[in-house]
């Protein structure tokens, strides 16, 4: 079993920018494909981006791609998304998850999610 905490959320501006952490406990974080996802007022849980055990492989979101970048540092047993140029429809609580079985980004194929951190974007 793993448990997530997340941290880094906050209030930025339009084109700012804001770096998320996920750090997880227990021995076996490598063992773990890591993904975020977020969650805005009045919607569902959507898949932002992932990441293989290794680190080699990512996989994004379209409305976040170019602008956001996962990775991973399992020495240190956490992971990290890099939020670029945010706009409004980026606000939401950012949660991060863990799959033992695939690489996906299938809400249901994930296991563990942490707590969420709410970031907020103003105009």
């Known amino acids: 079993q793993v448990q997530l905490v997340e941290s880094g959320g906050g209030l930025v501006q339009v084109g700012g920018s804001l770096r998320l952490s996920c750090a997880a406990s227990g021995r076996t974080f490598s063992s773990y494909v890591m993904g975020w996802f977020r969650q805005a007022p009045g919607k569902e849980r959507e898949f932002v981006a992932a990441?293989?055990?290794?680190?080699?492989?990512?996989m994004y979101e379209d409305a976040v791609k170019g602008r956001f970048t996962i990775s991973r540092d399992n020495a240190k047993n956490t992971v990290y998304l890099q939020m670029n140029s945010l706009k409004p429809e980026d606000t939401a609580v950012y949660y991060c998850?863990?799959?033992?079985?695939?690489?996906?980004?299938?809400?249901?194929?994930?296991?563990?999610w942490g707590q969420g951190t709410q970031v907020t974007v103003s105009s």
């Open positions: 990441i293989s055990r290794g680190g080699l492989r990512t």
């Open positions: 998850a863990a799959d033992q079985k695939e690489y996906g980004a299938t809400y249901s194929s994930y296991d563990y």
